[in-house]
């Protein structure tokens, strides 16, 4: 069996974009389908070289001439091999007072402890959110805050939801979390406004720019010169 090469992130992006996109559809993916489907902001023709370096390796392949690229036997172990990768992120074990949470990393597998309260993050990479189940969706339409309750006791719904407990959403407050008062507000706030500066626009001229770097980059040193921008 052929190894699955290690490939990069934008490499990573496209095939998966590649493949999830013929699976939805049965049809042939095309560069400007990718471009589309994916937040690369790359050009078609930049999309283009990445699908021939991936069709090189296996990974893809062109079913005729002027076709886009359908997945590979290499590209479906590929994508299969991702899913499973993807599926071992997860919570494992949920405790009293903590979590286990099991994360994979460039070098393997990562699994930490982390005592509860505790947010925890996802990112793109991570797999769909199931379905959401239509029944609770309704059971829990009318659920309120306890302060949502509190602001109009004499509402109908305010009532309703007093009256259910499991329509009543739990609210935290700092207190209940027990953080560092040094870490709230502004205080504990990493961002800090050191001056503000109205800037007044004045159309002198008008400039025809194109997407290519040179412009961006002439476009970008302009407005700095001109403290518009920094």
């Known amino acids: 069996m052929e190894a699955i090469q290690e490939l990069s992130e934008r490499k990573t992006k496209i095939l998966h974009a590649i493949i999830k996109n013929y699976l939805e559809t049965g049809e042939p993916v095309g560069s400007r389908t990718i471009s589309k489907y994916t937040d690369l902001n790359l050009s078609s023709a930049t999309i283009r070289n990445e699908m021939a370096d991936l069709e090189e390796l296996g990974y893809i392949m062109q079913p005729h001439t002027s076709a886009g690229r359908i997945p590979s036997d290499k590209g479906y172990r590929w994508y299969v091999d991702m899913l499973m990768s993807q599926k071992e992120q997860e919570i494992t074990e949920i405790k009293a007072d903590s979590l286990v949470i099991k994360r994979r990393l460039n070098c393997g597998m990562e699994t930490v402890e982390t005592p509860v309260p505790v947010v925890v993050t996802v990112n793109a990479s991570a797999p769909e959110c199931r379905p959401r189940n239509a029944k609770r969706v309704m059971t829990c339409k009318f659920a309120l805050a306890k302060s949502e309750i509190a602001a109009a006791p004499d509402s109908p719904a305010a009532k ?66 001109s403290h518009t921008l920094g």
């Open 160 to 225: 309703r939801a007093a009256a259910k407990e499991y329509l009543q959403i739990v609210e935290w407050a700092a207190a209940d979390v027990n953080p560092d008062p040094q870490q709230l507000g502004l205080a504990g706030s990493p961002t800090k406004v050191k001056k503000i500066e109205n800037v007044v626009f004045q159309a002198k001229e008008a400039k025809k720019l194109t997407s290519s770097d040179e412009d961006i980059n002439s476009l970008m040193v302009e407005l700095i010169a």
